[in-house]
């Protein structure tokens, strides 16, 4: 090991350290504003206007908001299109993504310019929405998961990486008489893990923080998801989603902007949570499926 450094490496090392610390302030403080705002009292909200750490702890907010059930009911809305969304988006991916890594496939090469075209153009909201309205799926979660259910940069990535996989594998499978779907589901995916991981994880997040999708299909309020939900809350800027009579005289209404942060840290909270289990998947499994084309 060389113990001996330049002058100059220790500047840029400092240098370095110090740049990255302040972009990790800079990112990381308006999320502590935001639980730190959720959890402040009444008072301490109108004195100050940027707060990192309240001076008293107030559960309000969070009280007022579970004490209805429609933030659960828009929470459970939300999850229920973010797991089965996440699921009808890999499962059709990878059933198109398998095939395509093939180059004896028929018309492969047409078949990935359409999709190569689909990244560039688009069909635009209102034939979308017509679109959607003909095939009956309007006002229900079909019409949030459908219209995207393949990503087509997620199918090239995902079909790259399909063709990184030794070829031999497949061939001794069939010889021992596997066909394909035998073949993606014991063989494929195993060993893909990490790609599926990586845009699972991906395809969840845009679920979750879905909001056009939902604002145009989705006239039912009882089918809305938490972005959406926020979105009527912000802009009424009201707080009429508890119910304030059934907590007793001794409750107190909260601050609007208290609440509103309440309900964007409750909004993210979940999916913050998911991610440092996958974090670990995302530099093999984009980068893997990214070198060849």
């Known amino acids: 090991m060389i113990h001996d450094r330049t002058w ?4 840029f090392t400092v240098i370095n350290y ?3 610390s302040l972009l990790a302030l800079a990112t990381i403080t308006p999320f502590i504003h935001l639980i730190a705002a959720s959890l402040t009292t009444a008072e301490e909200v109108r004195e100050k206007s940027f707060i990192l750490f309240p001076t008293v702890l107030s559960w309000n907010s969070y009280s007022y908001i579970l004490s209805t059930n429609t933030i659960i009911l828009s ?9 089965f969304g996440t699921l009808v988006n890999i499962a059709m991916t990878t059933l198109m993504a398998y095939p395509l890594a093939h180059k004896t496939l028929i018309g492969r090469s047409r078949i990935m310019m359409l999709v190569l075209f689909t990244m560039m153009f688009g069909g635009g909201m209102i034939p979308s929405f017509i679109l959607v309205k003909q095939l009956g799926m309007l006002n229900t979660y079909w019409s949030v998961i459908i219209p995207g259910a393949i990503s087509a940069f997620n199918l090239i990535v995902i079909k790259n990486f399909f063709q990184q996989l030794p070829e031999g594998l497949e061939e001794s499978a069939k010889m021992d008489g596997a066909n394909d779907l035998y073949i993606l589901a014991r063989i494929v995916i195993p060993l893909s893990m990490p790609a599926i991981a990586t845009f699972s994880l991906f395809y969840a997040v845009g679920h979750w923080n879905a909001f056009l999708g939902p604002i145009l299909y989705l006239n ?3 089918r809305w998801p938490i972005q959406v939900l926020m979105r009527q809350i912000i802009i009424l800027s009201q707080g009429g989603i508890g119910n304030a009579e059934e907590m007793g005289s001794e409750f107190i209404l909260p601050p609007e902007q208290t609440l509103k942060s309440a309900v964007i840290v409750f909004a993210n909270l979940p999916i913050l949570l998911v991610y440092p289990f996958l974090q670990k998947h995302f530099a093999k499994g984009v980068l893997l499926g990214s070198v060849k084309g």
């Open 220 to 222: 039912d309020p009882d």
């Open 18 to 20: 110090v740049l990255i």
């Open 75 to 83: 929470m459970g809305n939300t999850v229920f299109i973010t797991v």
């Open 8 to 11: 100059g490496s220790r500047v």
